[in-house]
């Protein structure tokens, strides 16, 4: 077997932490479920997996976090994988320029959310999964077992109970979109799955490792295709343009990576052709981004000057 690559930008992971630990303010983790509001937004955790399989990191970068929106990327790959470009029939690509949990647009757009990464889009996306496989959330967690090499990752049975019970606003935009006629299953259904899919518990090193496919080009660990190239560069751009929220243009201008966040704090970038980063810091800004994390991203592509562009 071929020797594992060589921790390169370890180092560089080790200032940067060092510099976070020094960095007043934080943020504040999200308080609308009492697990995520329970997290010290002092944990910082930062892992950089090659495309061989090859993960290190810093910090809390083994800790598991409630992985919330990252999710968003996997069930994506999952259905574009299946259901190729019809999808865009339901859902578009566009910056929404509006916070992930918005209404607004959906009226004077007829049920067609803006992009698949705020939660009217995500809601459309497993709503079509779950269609294809019969078990959305079952789908996903078996890709990120798969990619990451963590067979116990799993769903906190505890946020998902406790999304269900705060679901108010997801369950208005998925009745709202099914009365366009733009979802299959029932509603109570599609939120059940979509709640389990917040709920899922991964650490730095998973998610990127499990994100190593968008820097392979679609390629999975053991070597078959789960996406075209065409299909992973999609991805990778709608990221860029819509994975943070109406963040996204700040992202992009300071990090200059694909990324998607979550309310959970953590954050997952991608180097195509090169490797994966994914960042944890439970302290989030207006915007429900992890404050270190941007800040640790914004370190990384600045100190190594890799980035897209
Ligand atoms: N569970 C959260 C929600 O649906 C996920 C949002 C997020 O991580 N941005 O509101």
Known sequence: ??????PTFLPVLERI??????????GRPADYIPALAARDP?????????????????????????AQSVTKVFTLALDLAREGDELWEHVGREPSGNPF???????YENGIPRNPFINAGALVVTDRLHTRTGDAAGALLDLLRTESGNPGLTFDKEVAASEAGRGHRNAALAHFMASYGNIDNPVPDLLEQYFRQCSVEASCADLALASAFLARHGVRADGTRLLTRSQSKQINAIMLTCGTYDAAGD?????????????GGGIIAIVPGRCTLCVWSPGLDERGNSVAGVAA????????????F
Do not use: H
């Open 1 to 6: 077997a071929p020797s594992p690559s060589p």
């Open 17 to 26: 932490a060092e510099e976070i630990e020094r960095t007043p303010g934080r």
């Open 42 to 66: 002092r944990s910082f955790g930062m892992a950089v997996a090659e495309l061989d399989g090859t993960v290190y990191g810093v910090g809390e970068w083994r800790e598991p976090f409630s």
């Open 101 to 107: 949990n918005s209404l607004i647009q959906l009226e």
């Open 251 to 263: 992202f992009a201008y300071r990090v200059g990576l694909p990324g998607k966040s979550g309310v």
């Open 297 to 308: 991203l914004d370190r990384f592509t600045t100190l190594t000057g890799v980035s897209v």
